[in-house]
DNA sequence: TGTGTAAGTAAGTGACTACTTGCATTACCT
DNA sequence: AGGTAATGCAAGTAGTCACTTACTTACACA
């Protein structure tokens, strides 16, 4: 069956040529396939491009931050880094998505799965660092990491066409934006400013 | 003459619609002229669109940041506040165009212009707030500003997508970014840390 | 040996696209 | 009144697009 390297194909395809340019013929050339078994498949280009968007979500695997922060900087920085990473790997495809919602909405919500999850994510960990006594001062959960978020997914859309406005090298660009937001938080050398109860098991996990 | 109409509808189309998906009829159609009309005034698709592009890119005009701060917090929002509107009146525009990078680079190139330019000046102006005594710690300018800009560049590209995941309301959203970078700078309560030499006037504008 | 399934070949359909040609109309300037 | 430039209308061209029909090949399994 050539189901998946018909589905991997129209992938590659779409994120060169987004939907309008992405051709059944260009995706059965670059599948090395018939056109017609992509109609006999899937039934329409449509129905392949969606299944192909899902098939891509689904695979994407996002990197965990702990429920007890131990070491925030450190930890911090390697979420940052996969986050990065994950979003470099993926620009074009997302690029080409985020030009879609107006005319295809439905495969855009699709793709809003991975930053809405990684949203929370980071939001629960900021909020576990102020509950463990890592943050005295007040500060929104959800403004912090909208900040950070932003700013490597900026980074990691943009880089390519304007590389002078971001910060070089690459590598140390998730690592840059971290500091910055702990520095933001009052987050600094790796020490907690109280022994919160919670210091060592929380009572209980948010649910 | 209709070439303004004609222009201006291209643009709407192309913000709805793409390069692909801007039919000459649908642009003619849009401006209230006949489909000859736009070969006659513009030659070929490609050169109406490319002309439409640069046309909205000259008549964009971004807030100017002092060359002396004076009140850092209220001029950065403001700052702030008006890079997000001018980029979440033309989030749809700005979408498509970083969409077909890949296939239209040079047309991106004309887009690039005004984030370049913004850069600057903010990189400038954060180093006028280093030079002149409200910040004492060390940080590289390059990253703060690609942070700020990245988190507000993001929240007008996304925040339609996913309201989620943003701080509310809308209107206050480039204030909390802001001052979040500015307490990760170390700039606090308006009050300068040192009284530096450029206090009233600074020697030299950088050229 | 027969049957079913996934794939290929060849040809074509109707709709749409950028762009052209030829001719008629309008509006304005002198 | 006459000339000129901008615009409109009708029709058409060559190409591409998604998708279809009808027929063929290859292989797996019973």
């Excluded at 051709?23 to 090395?32: P, S």
């Amino acid at each position: 069956m050539k189901r998946d390297e018909i589905l991997s194909a129209a992938a590659g395809v779409f994120a060169q040529h987004g939907f309008r340019g992405s051709t059944t013929r260009r995706i059965a050339d670059a599948a090395g396939v018939n056109e017609i078994t992509i109609f006999r498949q899937f039934g329409s280009k449509e129905a392949l491009i969606r299944e192909a968007m899902q098939h891509i979500t689904q695979s994407a695997g996002l990197e965990t931050l702990p429920d007890v922060p131990a070491d925030p900087e450190r930890e911090l920085t390697e979420w940052s880094d996969s986050f990065m990473l994950h979003l470099r790997l993926r620009n074009s495809i997302i690029r080409k998505t985020m030009g879609e919602i107006e005319e295809r909405p439905d495969m855009s919500e699709c793709a809003s799965y991975v930053p809405k999850q990684a949203s929370n994510d980071l939001c629960h960990y900021l909020a576990a660092l102020k509950r463990d006594g890592w943050i005295t001062e007040k500060f929104d959960p959800k403004s912090a990491a909208a900040m950070l978020m932003g700013a490597i997914f900026s980074d990691a859309m943009g880089r390519d066409m304007m590389p002078e406005v971001f910060p070089q090298p690459l590598e140390r660009a998730a690592r840059m934006y971290t500091r910055l937001l702990l520095r933001a938080l009052g987050v600094e050398n790796g020490a907690r400013k109280t022994t919160s109860k919670h210091s060592k098991r929380p009572k209980q996990l948010s649910a």
